[in-house]
């Protein structure tokens, strides 16, 4: 199964959504995702209708919006900004409609070239990424927001570890209500897990102690772990060209 950031992106714009939301498609290409988002916002559908000269690398022509966007907060969704040639001349185009707000939503920020330039200059309230590439200093800007996808990875986790499905995370025809509900995983388990791992760790430094305690222990005598262990060494005194006996024994049996 592939995870995907949509739920993160989703519950941040929840949040924002003043019930005049649009989600927009930079292109044909992305309506199929841009519809998963309507389905879960409640929003309505509109794309960006561009072209591509061929004889400029990286370079896009936006034409026209199709849809209702004038006076309404606009959201672009893409999978990842390159150069952010594509989603910035959409942003444009949406604020030459006169969009009330515009907010831009996606999953890696790559930020390469005269990305971060664009951004800045563009009309854009927020530039939604998450966590899943690094964001260096110099890439920081005041509109950028950085969204943690740790908590899809982990509920991942839980389920291959619970060998349930992991695809069932991202229904993408549940409700919003129903989306979070799957989101909100029980923390009393998860605090467990951890303190679980924490005497595991624990545990493996104190053997490691004694291992070191033991070979560093005066020659011919006995080094007994100390109370608590599962397991108790006894060394009997050494011959003088052979190894150590090595007797272990069970607690319980001593």
Known sequence: DHLTAMPVLIDYLAGHNEGDMVIVSPDAGRMKVAERYTNLLDADLAYVHKRRPTEEKNAVEAKEIIGEVAGRCCVLIDDMIDTGGTICAAAELLHQYDAKRIIIAT???VFSGP???????APVETVLVTDSLPLPSEKHADNITVLSVAPIIAQAILAVFEDTSVSEIFQGNQKMDQFKLEMNWNQEELEQWALASKQKEEDAARAA??????????????????????LDWIVGP?????APRVIKRRRDAL
Do not use: L, M, Y
């Not at 102690?209 to 109370?227: C, I, L, M, N, Y």
């Open 209 to 230: 102690e004694d291992a070191a305690k033991w070979s560093a222990g005066p020659r011919g005598h006995a080094q007994v772990t100390a109370p608590g262990r599962p």
């Open 115 to 121: 990305a971060i330039d664009r951004i800045k200059n």
């Open 238 to 242: 050494r011959p003088s060209c052979a």
């Open 107 to 109: 999953t890696h920020g």
